[in-house]
């Protein structure tokens, strides 16, 4: 009980001020909108940059790491989008975006918001490590899996251009790439500037917790529900367990065993909505779907945090 009230909580408590803001008009969607635009474009970024060119490369980017968590990720990436196709009979299109969304976990609002109330902000290095390549992993494998299935006649290098086109039009993405300059060629960044960028970090995951809970009011459910129930077992119980067994086959020690299975339990992220968008295929279900989950998500991970170690 303990970790519901100290850990989860106060968590889902910022997201549910944000929903009841403008359930209650007291902010307008627009402003929601813009506020989850500055978070997603600017404030995130900030904050991965800051971890990226504060982390211990060496140390972080450890391979059983990684792979125990991204082959998880991939597996229910195919369990989704061939469980969308062949047991829902959704077209190949859809069934990419909808394996999208078992694919993208919520790393960061929730990812790092829940491990950190849970295990303190030193915990956040294993965390960090995964963030870092997270989206530029699941854009490229969701955006290559469509440009694929969208044309067949499509070349290689067409697809790698619009491959790499997206990617590099990603915010977070340049944050990331931004942050992992400044480490490994060790470029001073000066003490005032190094404390705006603290500043703007401090305040990134609690504005995206809020504004999050903002655009979750407009897609409430509808319809869809047995392949939003697909996702949500996917998510929330498949890839953790996945993570689970691949982890211990690694032998990954405590923490970065915590911080692997605890991200991939998260609930898909509104980037499985703005995937979804950006090709207008299974929109509905992707909004949806970031809704249940994350209402899911509040006793799924409270169960896998009572039973890591």
């Known amino acids: 009980m303990a970790i519901l009230l100290d850990v989860l ?20 969607g627009n402003l929601i ?34 792979g125990s968590f991204y082959t998880g990720a991939f597996l229910s990436f195919l369990t989704g989008l061939l469980g969308a196709h062949y047991m829902f009979g959704r077209d190949w299109e859809s069934s990419v975006a909808i394996g999208f969304c078992c694919l993208f976990s919520n790393s960061l609002m929730l990812g790092l918001s829940i491990t950190e109330r849970a295990y303190g902000s030193n915990a956040l290095e294993a965390n960090f490590a995964i963030v870092t390549i997270h989206a530029p992993f699941c854009y490229c494998i969701g955006i290559t899996a469509m440009e694929i299935v ?12 619009n491959v790499l086109s997206a990617m590099f039009q990603n915010a977070i993405i340049l944050g990331i790439l931004a942050g992992f300059l400044v480490n490994i060629f060790n470029i001073p960044i000066h003490k005032s500037v190094s404390d705006a960028v603290t ?8 504005l995206a917790l809020f504004s999050m809970g903002g655009v979750l009011f407009r897609y409430r459910p509808s319809g869809d529900f047995t392949i939003i129930a697909m996702i949500c077992v996917i998510s929330l119980v498949l890839h ?11 032998s990954l020690n405590t923490e970065a065993f915590r911080s692997a299975v605890l991200t991939s339990a998260m609930a898909p992220g509104i980037n499985c909505y703005i995937f979804a968008s950006m090709y207008g295929k299974a929109t509905r279900i992707a909004a949806s779907t970031v809704l249940i989950s994350t209402a899911l998500c509040l006793f799924t991970v409270w169960g896998w945090l009572g039973v890591l170690p």
């Open 9 to 28: 909580l106060p968590v889902f408590f910022v997201i549910g001020a944000g929903y009841l803001s403008v359930m209650l008009r007291l902010y307008s």
């Open 33 to 66: 909108d813009n506020l989850l635009k500055f978070t997603q474009t600017f404030a995130i970024p900030v904050l991965l940059f800051k971890g990226m060119s504060e982390l211990d490369l060496a140390q972080s980017f450890d391979p059983a790491l990684l």
């Open 150 to 161: 969208k044309s067949q006649q499509k070349s290689f290098f067409g697809i790698l251009k």
């Open 199 to 206: 500043m703007i970090s401090s305040a990134a995951l609690t």
């Open 240 to 250: 953790p367990s996945l993570v689970w067994m691949f982890a211990t086959q690694a």
